[in-house]
């Protein structure tokens, strides 16, 4: 199953060169917005909701019942907007980045569609602002969209990048961010459906998310429903990467397995080594030890080990790797990115650093290892946003799952693996204290 | 030609709301300063029709936008989870060694600044390392003289 | 109230009924049970969820602990707090145990400990330990964010209520956060100070010591003072105020919560101007002028006598001139001395009143609930009455129209709408009671420059009936207060006056051109009442005892050897004043937040004189800026308060001449000329241009302006 994907969003890719409007128009290109707009906004919604398609940003929330929250505009008079979510930056995660760079028109005819279906007519694309490339190319179809008043009728798309923070990648901090703000993220409720930017009714969905709906329209609903497996419909596009011979994006049809997408799209760990733990779908879900990967790859069967697919970012780790270290690694990033809103995140995410650090060093005593995962417990379910609850619950889950290396650290005085892990001392951002500042 | 003021009236009109405008002028105004400077701020804030410190304040929550002078060049190197794995850290030290300088400073010259950062979205063609906010990709360490060369011998 | 309207939750098996709408934190108040906050302030704005100190058990919902700050109440909803959810209580303690990670627990040497929610807070609901072992944040401090407040990042809990406040209640954009996640910082751009009308609200909203009033700081413990509640006497809102005081002085002024009046927000004149109580030219002691050898210090009882001699000698020929800052006791009290002792019935006012508009009285809060809002007269609102700017601010927040030139057709069409006169003219509140009489408006208000300017007439005007004409040449000009003082045309009616009897707190005020000079006192320092811009009668309260008797106790003296009865209690005072212009309310009835008085319809139609119209050019309005005057001028951390050498004009007018911001102006009227900084403004008509008194030089009323 996993070796001849159905391809779905990528569909057309391997033949043409789809960034050009006239190819992807040749292989069909902006019909489905063709027919959506021959359909009711509510049929359209009905259409999606019909495909069971849910959200492929990393919270699964079903699409259409989503725009369905939307007030229609007798019932609120404000403009309504659809926001794309582009600011992909979970470690683990690309795919957005080669969907935008290979089929930026079937992403936008998405897009057209998603603002037909919630009679909007402004749709501003957030991209994260390190996405030079995929930028400049929506930018070149943008303008070939744009110069055709037929296709584009009378939405406004504007491109609007981010400028280098993860936490705008949760929907509200995005809005924030979008409106000139810090990226902070807002309490919920109101939700973005009935209060989002600029306080206006707002869907905001992620790039994979909008670039399905046009083979949905196209195919219908059900149909794109048989693909997949009960709750996980469809093609799923992931992202492979850390220690397999054949990283990169494959388009999948939900319910893979997972140790087909590592042995076989992968091609499996290089150097002969064992496959030690696989994070299942980016770096805020719970880590899968090497023999847990006869599980299907869609929202179910992950729930089972209580975990998820996440943004879809499959990383393998091999036998070398300290899980002590992954844990360093993981949590420095959270620090880093933390916004500094809500307490247990912003100094919870900090204490759990210096804890492992300690662990790492092998200073620490036992109970302190009992004090990260209190730590965990008291971030997680206290948070604004999401942020500081998936550090809590990741950083947990290695010191469950691999608890003996972390006691070993304790015994041992030190780390069993040192330098000859891949993660030993990996520089973080968060680390660097030298400002870069030009010598005066 | 426009000028900074009016680049950044006609970014407003892109926005029901001026504020929206904040992150593109302060990447404009980045662009044009090499980096955020006070007086940089200020030109902003002016063009916004708001304060200096809200600018400083939103500019300083993004890891892109810098409020101390940067060199001409900036070196990135991705050192997250997927990248880490397949040795950035190595093409990390590579940089430094080859640019005599650590992670977080700038070179003497004031020519190329060097620092690690946060998942770049790459991660499977590893190791990424973003150069003048381009992507290089499957970086290994021993490609590192050949960049830092590029970037010397580049104008 | 219906039943419609409320709804009944539990919260810790407690029923309570509530209107819809009420939050969670208020309704646990209602059912005598504490939600404890950090972030939570509802003048802030929307709730923000920041600090998750409120986190409780609540149903429906998801199991794990919300922020009940966040939410409202709704029928059904059952609520367990601490108290009886060990869910809430583990999830309270764990907030405690993250904020007080990097605090640095300095409590001896803070100047909050005492009165901080944090201690309180940590007591009742936090870790009774530490189990952090490593290396605390650390910042550089304390930071000066202005010669007034001072800055410890380390004490910090980024609760992010003084930011709030900059950004959403003040609209200042100054105080805001920088940098992210646990390197967060409270912060004013680069080197600036924080240099805005309110700033000083940040250090009573801080819920820790990390914001400190550097004129409070180390003065005082918490259980070495007392709070007296009081109203400010610096501007015509009255403020509602506590004067903390310590061994009979002055320590600090906080605010009141007087919803209708204040809501909670002081500014920085009425905040940090109490040090002029302690100026170094403060008169202890009456100075008399004394042929050929100048001016000596003198008993009070010779200063009676002198007195009694120049009132005599002026043979009724006299002038008072009124500040407008007396309380309504002492202008009444001098008033029947003056006029039934001595038949002077001429008193010079600062400006006019005008009872008309009695009958559009509302509250200041019901600029916040307008839906058009304009403002008339061209002065600046923040610099003559700056809590009203932040009513102002507060309507269009909430989506009211905003005007600062009459639009007649939004006034009809408005359903609240409310008119504001600010500036020179409108005779006393006429004007604007005429226009809102004519439009339909709902309120109206009329800004005076003085802080009782209106109680000062109505008391003047009550205490005799009779009226003789202004006397040529004056025998004697009695100067009451320093305002009165410090203003030129009264300085200049002095230069015609025989004889000058001062009434004044400052040597630099008084000495040099009064016959007589006798020591005055503070609003901080008396006993009595003021009536605000709204005609509120309100009580001042003495705080701490004046150097020198106040002026009723020697009014009733003096007034005693004219055989004019007055007493020298303000309480007694009062009552006549009230018999005759307040409904005969009693002093003991006012209490500490003083009622409205209702309104009094108007019959028949306001009559107004015409005002001059405007010819070609712009029109020049001179202002006095906040910041100036004789209390503030003697209170050095006031100094970068000051006035800067700038002129304000419309956007409109700004554009049509090419004028950008902060760029150089030059302003004529022939002959004359001032250089100045541009600072273009939403809130100014196009046609006009404002300039602060101190930098207007001899400028006419029409300029041009140009690059």
């Avoid at chain 3, 109440?73 to 108290?83: N, Y």
């Avoid at chain 3, 809002?373 to 700056?386: L, Q, S």
């Avoid at chain 3, 409108?426 to 809102?436: P, Y």
Wanted: glycine share 10%.
């Amino acid at each position: 199953m996993a070796t001849e994907p159905r391809l779905i969003v990528m569909a057309g890719t391997e033949e043409s060169d789809l960034t050009r409007l006239a190819e992807y128009e040749a292989i069909g290109g902006y019909r489905a917005l063709q027919k959506a707009r021959g359909l009711t906004p509510q049929a359209v919604i009905d259409e999606v909701i019909a495909s069971e398609l849910r959200g492929r940003g990393g919270a699964f929330f079903p699409t259409g019942r989503k725009w369905a929250f939307v007030p229609k505009p007798d019932q609120n008079p404000n403009p309504h907007y659809v926001v794309v979510n582009a600011d992909e930056s979970e470690p683990g995660s690309f795919k957005d980045n080669e969907i935008m760079a290979r089929v930026p028109h079937r992403f936008f005819e998405g897009c057209l569609i998603a603002a037909h279906a919630i009679e909007s007519k402004n749709v501003f694309v957030y991209i994260r602002g390190e996405y030079t490339g995929p930028y400049e190319i929506l930018l070149a179809a943008l303008k070939e969209l744009e110069a055709r008043p037929d296709l584009r009728g009378d939405v406004t798309i504007v491109l609007h990048r981010g400028a280098g923070a993860y936490i705008c990648g949760e929907e509200t901090a995005l809005l924030e961010s979008l409106e000139g703000k810090r990226g902070q993220p807002r309490t919920k409720p109101p939700f973005p459906a009935i209060q989002g930017l600029y306080a206006s009714p707002t869907v905001v969905n992620n790039v994979e998310t909008l670039a399905t709906l046009p083979p949905i329209i196209e195919m219908g609903g059900a149909e794109y429903a048989k693909l997949g497996v009960p709750d996980s419909r469809g093609t799923r596009l992931v992202s492979i990467s850390g220690h397999v011979e054949r990283p990169g994006n494959y388009e999948i049809e939900n319910g893979t397995s997972l140790r087909d997408l590592i042995y076989g799209l992968g091609g499996g760990i290089p150097g002969g080594r064992a496959l030690k733990a696989v994070i299942p779908g980016g770096s805020s879900t719970v880590i899968l030890k090497g023999d847990e990967i006869d599980v299907g790859y869609d929202f179910n069967s992950l729930l089972k080990l209580n975990t998820a697919m996440g943004s879809a970012g499959v990383v393998a780790l091999d036998d070398s790797c300290c899980m002590v270290q992954l844990g360093i690694r993981i949590s420095e990033f959270y620090e880093h990115e933390s916004c500094g809103k809500c307490t247990p995140c912003r100094e919870g995410t900090r204490w759990m650093t210096q804890i492992l650090r300690r662990l790492e060093s092998g200073e620490a005593v036992q109970s302190e290892l009992d004090l990260l995962l209190d730590v965990c417990d008291r971030i997680n379910g206290k948070c604004l946003c999401p942020l500081g609850e998936t550090a809590a619950v990741a950083v947990a889950s290695y010191v469950e799952k691999f608890r003996a290396e972390f006691i070993a650290h304790v015994d041992q005085g030190g780390c069993p693996f040192g330098e000859s892990s891949p993660l030993h001392d990996v520089l973080a951002p968060v680390a660097v204290h030298s400002p870069a500042t030009v010598p005066a | 030609m426009s000028t900074y003021y009016d680049e950044v009236q006609e970014i407003k009109a892109r926005y029901p709301d001026w504020r929206s405008a904040a992150l593109p002028a302060l990447r404009l105004a980045q662009e044009q300063h090499g980096y955020l400077s006070p007086e940089a701020l200020r030109e902003c804030a002016e063009a916004l029709g708001t304060t200096p410190a809200f600018c400083e304040a939103v500019a300083s929550f993004y890891d892109m936008l810098h409020l101390a002078p940067i060199g001409r060049h900036m070196v990135e190197v991705c050192t997250n989870v997927s990248c880490a794995l397949v040795g950035a850290q190595r093409v990390l030290e590579n940089f430094e060694q080859e640019l005599g300088i650590r992670a977080g400073e700038t070179t003497e010259d004031g020519e190329v600044t060097l620092r690690p950062i946060e998942c770049l979205g790459g991660c499977g063609w590893a190791t990424v390392v973003s150069v003048d906010h381009h992507y290089r990709t499957h970086v290994k360490p021993e490609d590192v003289p050949a960049i830092v060369q590029e970037l010397r011998n580049g104008d | 109230m219906s039943a419609a309207e409320t709804v009944r939750l539990t919260i810790d098996g407690v029923g309570v009924e509530v209107p819809k709408g009420t939050g969670l934190v208020e309704a646990a108040l209602a059912a005598g049970i504490e939600i404890p906050v950090f972030c939570y302030e509802p003048r802030l704005g929307p709730a923000v969820g920041a600090c998750r100190m409120c986190l409780c058990q609540i149903e429906p919902g998801p199991p794990k602990p919300q922020a009940a700050c966040t939410l409202t109440a709704q029928e059904g909803m059952v609520v367990r707090t601490a108290l009886t959810s060990q869910v809430a209580a583990e999830a309270q303690n764990a907030t405690l145990e993250f904020i007080l990670v990097n605090h640095p627990l300095d409590c001896p040497v803070c100047d909050t400990g005492g009165e901080c929610p944090l201690q309180d807070l940590t007591f009742r609901y936090g870790p009774g330990n530490t189990r952090m072992t490593f290396p605390k944040r650390t910042f550089e401090k304390p930071i000066p964010v202005s010669p007034l407040i001072a800055l410890d990042r380390e004490r910090c809990i980024l609760c992010y209520r003084c930011t709030r406040f900059s950004e959403g209640v003040a609209e200042d954009g100054q105080l805001v956060a920088v940098d992210r996640g646990a390197g967060t910082m409270i912060a004013t751009f680069g080197d600036e100070p924080y240099r805005a009308p309110f700033t000083g609200n940040v250090i009573e909203l801080c819920p820790v010591g990390a914001l400190t009033s550097t004129t409070y700081r180390f003065e005082a413990r918490p259980w070495e003072i007392q709070d007296v509640p009081t109203v400010c006497g610096m501007c015509p809102v009255g403020c509602n105020v506590n004067a903390t005081t310590r061994e009979g002085k002055v320590k600090r002024i906080l605010s009141r919560n007087h919803p209708e009046v204040d809501d909670g927000w002081l500014c920085d004149k009425g905040r940090f101007s109490y040090a002029h109580l302690h100026a170094e030219d403060r008169l202890r002691d009456p100075i008399l002028r004394v042929r050929r050898r100048g001016f000596e210090e003198v008993s009070w009882e010779r200063a009676l006598d002198e007195g009694e001699r120049l009132l005599r000698e002026a043979d009724g020929r006299i002038v008072t001139a009124l500040s407008g800052s007396e309380t309504v006791e002492q202008a009444y009290a001098l008033g029947k001395l003056l006029r039934r002792g001595l038949g002077a019935h001429t008193a010079f006012f600062a400006e006019e009143s005008s009872d008309a508009l009695d009958a559009f009285r509302v509250p200041l809060s019901a600029i916040r609930d307008a839906d058009v809002v304009t403002v008339v007269g061209d002065g600046p609102v923040v610099e003559r009455a700056p809590i009203v700017d932040l009513w102002i601010k507060e309507a269009r927040r909430r989506g009211a129209r905003v005007l600062y030139e009459l639009d007649e057709e939004a006034v009809r069409g408005a359903k609240r709408a409310i008119l504001i006169w600010c500036g020179h003219g409108g005779h006393g509140g006429a004007t604007v009671a005429a226009l809102a009489q004519r439009l339909g408006a709902s309120g109206a208000f009329y800004i005076p420059e003085t802080a009782n300017g209106r109680g000062v007439c109505d008391a003047w005007s009550c205490s005799d009936d009779a009226e003789s004409p202004s006397p040529d040449p004056i025998g004697l000009l009695i100067v009451s207060g320093d305002e009165a003082a410090a203003n030129p045309d009264v300085r200049a009616l002095a230069e015609k006056a025989e004889r000058v009897l001062v009434i004044s707190m400052f040597q630099g005020l008084a000495a040099g051109w009064a016959d007589l000079v006798l020591p005055g006192t503070s609003y901080l320092e008396r006993d009595g009442t003021y009536v605000n811009l709204e005609g509120r009668v309100q009580r001042l309260r003495r705080t701490v005892i004046p150097p020198v008797p106040d002026e009723l106790a020697w009014i009733s003296k003096l007034a005693e050897r004219f055989g004019v009865e007055v007493s020298p209690y303000p309480s007694l005072v009062f009552e006549e004043v009230a018999a005759i212009a307040f409904g005969g309310i009693p002093f003991g009835g006012i209490g500490e937040r003083a009622p409205l008085p209702t309104a009094i319809g108007a019959t028949a139609p306001i009559d107004v004189p015409a005002e001059p119209s405007d010819n070609g050019g712009l029109r020049l309005v001179r202002y006095r800026p906040l910041f100036s005057g004789p209390a503030v001028e003697r209170v050095r951390e006031l100094d970068f308060q000051r006035p800067q050498p700038e002129a304000e004009l419309s956007e409109q007018d700004g554009r049509a001449r090419g004028i950008r911001n902060g760029e150089e102006i030059t302003i004529r009227s022939n002959g004359t000329s001032v250089t100045l900084r541009a600072r273009l403004s939403r809130e100014l008509r196009p046609g006009v241009v404002r300039v602060p008194e101190t930098f207007a030089g001899d400028l006419k009323p029409i300029v041009e302006i140009s690059k």
